[in-house]
């Protein structure tokens, strides 16, 4: 059975939809809330990045410190960060190098970036300096381009 247009009265049904007008509206405050928050989430990305890099060179310090436990002393330079996943070949050969490794799935991480970590041993800040070159790759930069550093983290 089919209502009649008075029923649909009675009922406080409507059959029309929005009209331009009110579409509109609803599309410039949806305007208006993206150009505010959009912004604020625009550099997240690489806020996270940098946040990554700073855990990963954590990690590797405590696979460094594992090391030394085991060998008396840090990877030199030429030995490089390989040194925690394959028993170096030159250089002070490690005695006591743990079957496995130090590090995680066997490889060393690349940086956020995919470039390889700066590992320099004996260091000029401590025994060893670790440092990522942040989002350009290079040596120094500032905002993401700045190198996060094992020795500036806490």
């Not at 009675?10 to 939809?17: D, H, K, L, P």
């Not at 405050?29 to 989430?41: H, N």
């Not at 625009?42 to 990554?52: F, G, L, Q, S, V």
């Given at each position: 059975?089919?209502?009649s247009r008075?029923?649909?009265?009675?009922?406080?049904?409507?059959?029309?939809?929005?009209?331009?007008?009110?579409?509109?509206?609803?599309?410039?405050?949806?305007?208006?809330?993206?150009?505010?928050?959009?912004?604020?989430?625009?550099?997240?990305?690489?806020?996270?990045?940098?946040?990554?890099?700073?855990?990963?060179i954590q990690?590797?310090?405590?696979?460094?410190?594992?090391?030394?436990?085991?060998?008396?002393?840090?990877?030199?330079?030429?030995?490089?960060?390989?040194?925690?996943?394959?028993?170096?070949?030159?250089?002070?050969?490690?005695?006591?190098?743990?079957?496995?490794?130090?590090?995680?799935?066997?490889?060393?991480?690349?940086?956020?970036?995919?470039?390889?970590?700066?590992?320099?041993?004996?260091?000029?800040?401590?025994?060893?300096?670790?440092?990522?070159?942040?989002?350009?790759?290079?040596?120094?930069?500032?905002?993401?381009?700045?190198?996060?550093?094992?020795?500036?983290?806490?």
């Open positions: 059975m089919m209502k008075s029923a649909n009265k009675r009922t406080g049904y409507s059959e029309q939809g929005f009209t331009l007008i009110e579409l509109m509206v609803v599309l410039v405050i949806i305007g208006i809330l993206a150009g505010l928050v959009v912004p604020r989430f625009m550099d997240k990305p690489e806020e996270a990045r940098r946040t990554k890099a700073a855990i990963q990690s590797i310090e405590q696979a460094l410190k594992l090391y030394k436990l085991d060998n008396g002393k840090y990877p030199t330079t030429e030995q490089g960060l390989r040194a925690l996943v394959e028993p170096p070949a030159t250089g002070n050969l490690a005695k006591k190098w743990r079957t496995g490794g130090y590090l995680e799935k066997g490889t060393v991480p690349k940086d956020p970036w995919d470039n390889d970590f700066v590992y320099i041993s004996p260091g000029l800040h401590g025994d060893y300096d670790l440092s990522s070159h942040g989002a350009d790759g290079q040596a120094g930069g500032e905002g993401f381009d700045a190198d996060i550093n094992s020795w500036e983290l806490k």
